[in-house]
């Protein structure tokens, strides 16, 4: 069977437990597509060998009639995840030559499950973007292009190479993560499916930390389905991650049934923002009426500390970011710096810094350090988190009142074009995640969706926001808004 890299996860996993194809088979037609696809510099470290060997003992596996959930099903692995023996960069120059010597929770329970790795992908430097710009493997290019351009289009950040291989094909799933909305962005700029669950589903041991109290891991798929397949795979309690919930993990897709009548679904008001686009407006207003067509309530609600979400969002990262960096130093990981007679120990740190990170990681780290140091962390970082707390609220209030799910645009615009922002305020960048930061704020499952693409021919994605810990019914909810929408786009191969 040709094009077997197309499948989604249940696709493939169906027709190997009806022993229609092998594993090495459709691994083998992911590491061709690979291969063919340099031009999109999704894959920055390519493991043939890993998959082939990991493959052959899936066919087994599924020959003597066990075959996990993910039994055999080639994927890609963020660059952030820490893989046992394979380069594990982060995407920055800093973790140069750096091979852990374990496995993340999330890479080992995916594996665990059966689950085939490729290879790893790119990403912005320590997941520190929106648009893949700030890698130090380069950018990662969308398959997708405007109609009748040429020019290269940003697949989105930070998982930015997750979100272009799963478009263009090169794997059949990809894990993400997710600070600000990391999953959700990229997916929706490139047609495919992604979700964060609740903080503390998935184990952060392992992923190289950006925003210890924001970051989470989530697949990155096809489909809504897969998204459930992956999801349950890759969640489970550990004790390696004090924040890593100790709650069982529903069967996801058993609660796929498209029901979703009787539900409410809040539309924010505030998430109407001043100089929207109408191509946004308009697939926002197309969902609800989905959603209403499929049986749910259509509500108004408010979320009124919306506004707050973007500048607490940038305090409370770049603090915890550049106390999570403070420990690559030259010394225990990547990266040194060469140094020069009469060099001390503070030369040494400076240099390796300054070579190692790059200038938006730069950046962060002082933006952090400021909001933390004496004299403004209480007008700075405290306030940020009291504002935390509140944007938090605003959720519980709504969820209070009967609402079962929230219909927000995933991102303000389609997809801009490489280089388009780069020139621009660094403020204009973080504009892109004005949608995504209260999720990460707040604790919340949040999906992106695609539902439509625009008079350019880009993809535009929903987002629903889900209750603490009910990702089985948001992931109903999206399904049953998939389903309606019947997006089935895919970017012309032009590489
Ligand atoms: N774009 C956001 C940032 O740069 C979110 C990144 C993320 O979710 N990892 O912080």
């Not at 794997?171 to 997916?187: E, F, N, V, W, Y």
């Not at 897709?253 to 946004?280: F, H, N, Q, S, V």
């Not at 519980?396 to 621009?424: H, N, Q, R, Y």
């Not at 994605?461 to 089935?488: C, H, K, S």
Request: charged share 20%; aromatic share 8%.
């Amino acid at each position: 069977m040709s094009d077997l890299n197309k499948l989604g996860l249940a696709e493939a996993r169906d027709l190997l437990r009806k022993g229609e194809t092998t594993s090495v088979e459709l691994t083998e037609s992911c590491l061709s597509a690979i291969d063919a696809a340099d031009a999109l510099n999704a894959f920055v470290h390519k493991t043939p060998e890993i998959a082939l060997e990991r493959a052959k003992a899936a066919d087994a596996r599924i020959a003597e009639g066990d075959a996990p959930a993910m039994c055999g099903l080639p994927i890609g692995i963020k660059d952030l995840f820490c893989t046992k023996g394979v380069p594990s960069q982060a995407a920055s120059r800093i973790l140069e030559g750096f091979k852990p010597e374990y496995e993340s929770t999330v890479s080992q329970n995916l594996a665990d499950a059966g689950a085939v790795m490729l290879g790893k992908l790119n990403m912005d430097e320590f997941a520190m973007g929106s648009s893949n710009e700030t890698s130090a493997y380069g950018n990662a290019i969308s398959p997708w292009r405007r109609d009748g351009d040429t020019a290269d289009i940003t697949p989105g950040g930070s998982s930015g190479g997750s979100a272009s291989a799963v478009s263009a094909d090169l794997c059949l799933a990809a894990t993400g993560t997710d600070t600000g909305g990391s999953i959700r962005q990229p997916a929706a700029f490139t047609g495919i499916t992604g979700i964060k669950p609740t903080y503390g589903r998935c184990s952060r041991w392992g992923v190289v930390a950006f925003a210890s109290s924001l970051d989470q891991a989530g697949p990155m798929t096809k489909n809504v389905r897969d998204a459930a397949i992956m999801l349950e795979a890759m969640c489970s309690h550990d004790p390696k991650d004090s924040t890593s919930a100790d709650l069982a993990v529903p069967n996801f897709e058993a609660m796929l049934t498209g029901d979703i009548k009787g539900k409410k679904i809040g539309i924010p008001k505030e998430y109407r923002m001043d100089g929207m686009p109408g191509e946004i407006e308009k697939l926002w207003a197309e969902g609800a009426e989905m959603l209403k067509a499929a049986g749910a309530e259509i509500v108004d609600i408010s979320l009124p500390h919306t506004k707050y979400a973007l500048p607490a969002y940038y305090v409370i990262a770049p603090a915890e970011a550049s106390s999570n960096l403070a420990r690559y130093d030259g010394v225990r990981y990547g990266h040194r710096a060469t140094l020069e007679a009469g060099d001390g120990i503070t030369e040494m740190y400076e240099k390796t810094r300054a070579q190692g990170f790059g200038t938006e990681v730069q950046r962060r780290v002082m933006v952090g350090t400021y909001v933390l140091s004496a004299g403004f962390y209480d007008a700075y970082y405290n306030r940020a988190r009291k504002v935390r707390t509140l944007i938090k609220k605003d959720f519980e209030d709504v969820f209070a009142a009967g609402v079962d799910a929230i219909l927000t645009p995933a991102t303000p615009s389609a997809a801009f074009g490489l280089g388009e922002m780069t020139d621009a305020d660094p403020v204009q960048m973080y504009l892109n995640d004005v949608f995504t930061v209260t999720v990460n704020l707040a604790g919340l499952p949040g999906i992106a969706v695609p539902t439509g693409v625009n008079a350019q021919g880009l993809p535009l994605g929903l987002q629903l926001i889900g209750r603490p810990w009910e990702e089985g019914d948001l992931l109903n909810t999206a399904y049953a808004l998939e389903g309606a929408a019947g997006f089935v786009a895919k970017p012309g191969k032009w590489w």
